[in-house]
């Protein structure tokens, strides 16, 4: 039976989504697509530093790899609608991931002017994956704005901390009818695998795959991550008791 | 004249996008131009004219998260 993500007029097959930044060497990033199986990866979009001169990361992405631009920089609704904009025109397709931020400390998203530009995007077609500091009412509100997913962060960006709001994603996961994608926070194959138990329907993982020594092999092991992951889900995981169930007879004894 | 690239001011010689993006040594290929507020796709860039006070971007695709 087929288990495949859709999202917006997309089907996905493979559920781990990754991203671009920091990695050692761009060059790395096809063999860690094809390692990890990922269809769908994340770019920013900056001004040029004329001192280093321009880059272009979408030569590094193979075809059939789906770009995911996100509005990294904005601070307000304007902004990322513009970036939103821009990389439409830019020849990117319709999917966009929000991020508003004005914390520089924690990178917190601003889920209010997510808000606002996920309303004015997905009016003109764009595929909304808002960024959002997880919170069960406003899942609902970008539900209701037009989102093809939510993206509730599991710790801090690039922390590697793992899914510390859990409890949070968990009622997100269970109470809206749009796709889930734990993104941020996400530093070991196990947090992945968690995300997926818990019932979310994909994980974005950057940091912890671009700056793995071997970032190849690590996409691998975050593939196969959320594949157990996922398997478990669906295979239905047993309940949690405070005592113990034998699993061996407790009758026949030997003695 | 002058004008505005990348949020800073520049006084230029050149009269069109493209003559701006190559004086800068940049690869053609690479870039996203926006002038004041609007995408100038690449098929334009050699007949599109700069104007005193015009604000450019000049942009490219990065790795981001």
Redesign the interface.
């Known amino acids: 039976m087929s288990d495949n993500l859709k999202i917006g007029n997309m089907e996905f097959t493979n559920r781990l989504f990754t991203g671009t930044g920091k990695f050692s060497s761009r060059s790395i990033i096809p063999d860690m697509l094809k390692a990890s199986g990922s269809e769908m990866i994340t770019v920013a979009l900056r001004r040029v530093d004329f001192e280093a001169g321009s880059e272009n990361i979408l030569e590094f992405i193979p075809k059939n790899v789906i770009i995911l631009p996100n509005t990294s920089g904005a601070r307000t609704c304007d902004e990322a609608v513009r970036i939103a904009r821009i990389a439409r025109e830019a020849g990117l397709g319709d999917f966009i991931k929000i991020e508003i931020i004005t914390d520089t400390k924690y990178l917190m998203p601003d889920n209010e002017e997510t808000l606002k530009a996920t309303k004015i995007l997905s009016a003109e077609g764009f595929i909304v994956l808002p960024y959002i500091m997880p919170d069960l009412t406003y899942s609902y509100k970008l539900v209701d704005a037009g989102a093809s997913a939510v993206m509730p962060l599991g710790s801090p960006i690039g922390s590697n901390r793992g899914i510390k709001l859990k409890e949070i994603i968990e009622m997100i996961i269970e109470n809206i009818e749009i796709p889930v994608i734990v993104d941020a926070g996400i530093g070991r194959p196990s947090h992945a695998a968690e995300a997926m138990e818990m019932g979310a329907d994909a994980v974005l993982v950057n940091t912890a795959i671009s700056v793995a020594k071997d970032p190849v092999t690590m996409g691998r092991a975050f593939s196969m991550a959320v594949q157990a992951g996922r398997m478990a889900y669906l295979a239905k995981i047993g309940e949690e008791t405070r005592t113990a169930n034998a699993s061996s007879p407790l009758t026949g004894f030997l003695r | 004249m002058e004008v505005i690239v990348?949020?800073k001011i520049e006084e230029i010689e050149s009269e069109t996008i493209l003559k701006l993006i190559l004086g800068?040594?940049?690869?053609p290929?690479?870039?996203?131009i926006?002038m004041n507020?609007k995408?100038i796709?690449k098929d334009n860039w050699e007949n599109t004219k700069i104007k005193q006070n015009d604000k450019i971007?000049?942009?490219?695709?990065?790795?981001?998260?």
């Open positions: 990348n949020g800068k040594s940049l690869n290929n690479t870039l996203v926006e507020g995408i796709i971007e000049i942009l490219n695709f990065v790795g981001g998260g």
